[in-house]
T-cell receptor
Framework: GQQLNQSPQSMFIQEGEDVSMNCTSSSIFNTWLWYKQDPGEGPVLLIALYKAGELTSNGRLTAQFGITRKDSFLNISASIPSDVGIYFCAGLSGSARQLTFGSGTQLTVLP | NAGVTQTPKFRILKIGQSMTLQCAQDMNHNYMYWYRQDPGMGLKLIYYSVGAGITDKGEVPNGYNVSRSTTEDFPLRLELAAPSQTSVYFC??????????????FGNGTRLTVT
């Protein structure tokens, strides 16, 4: 099946720093999504991307759909303690009816 | 609206026991899903359903069964629990499979330990 390689696996950053994480695949995706999972809860959608090259922001979060359609990145600016959690990328290809999820990036924000 | 409700939140099973993880949604979504989440492995799709009476296998269906007798409910059954089924299970629903236009709404998970 399709696979998404998400990196880094974990990050420890100081409050106020910017964060960047990315997902890559050998397959082409038509939609890229970024989810956040707070401790003890299910993932929640942050940003959706539909076109190659698309750059979309949601507050301090910015995500881009790679030109090759095989990658995406998520940036978080000026991190705050509530940014702590696991961030997942997910992709939807034309042939698949279901999302493929990355393995997640565990983010810890130190005061 | 309650969204997606999963019960129980925690469960410990002995090897060979059976149990049903319950999932209900009140958003009138046609699509429902069961995922398992293992540390460092992301979310793997177990089974999904596109409507009442219709179910299909996902990426990791072995050892599980599902049914969809109503739009609201999508229970997941483990018949002979094995240690490899120790995981956190998430139920989700969506209006369609479009992705961002119809995001997955997740429950808060069931943490299952098989010993």
């Amino acid at each position: 099946g399709q696979q998404l390689n998400q990196s880094p696996q974990s990050m420890f950053i100081q409050e106020g720093e910017d964060v960047s994480m990315n997902c890559t695949s050998s397959s082409i995706f038509n939609t890229w999504l970024w989810y956040k999972q707070d401790p003890g809860e299910g993932p929640v959608l942050l940003i959706a991307l539909y076109k190659a090259g698309e750059l979309t922001s949601n507050g301090r979060l910015t995500a881009q759909f790679g030109i090759t359609r095989k990658d995406s990145f998520l940036n978080i600016s000026a991190s705050i303690p509530s940014d702590v959690g696991i961030y997942f990328c997910a992709g939807l290809s034309g042939s698949a009816r279901q999302l493929t999820f990355g393995s997640g990036t565990q983010l810890t924000v130190l005061p | 609206n309650a969204g997606v409700t999963q019960t129980p939140k925690f469960r410990i099973l002995k090897i060979g026991q059976s149990m049903t993880l319950q999932c209900a949604q009140d958003m009138n979504h046609n699509y429902m899903y069961w995922y398992r989440q293992d540390p460092g492995m992301g979310l793997k799709l177990i089974y999904y359903s596109v409507g009442a009476g219709i179910t299909d296998k996902g990426e990791v269906p072995n050892g599980y069964n599902v049914s969809r007798s109503t739009t609201e409910d999508f229970p997941l059954r483990l018949e002979l629990a094995a240690p490899s089924q120790t995981s956190v299970y998430f139920c989700a629903s969506s209006y369609s499979t479009r992705g961002g236009d119809s995001p997955l709404h997740f429950g808060n998970g069931t943490r299952l330990t098989v010993t």
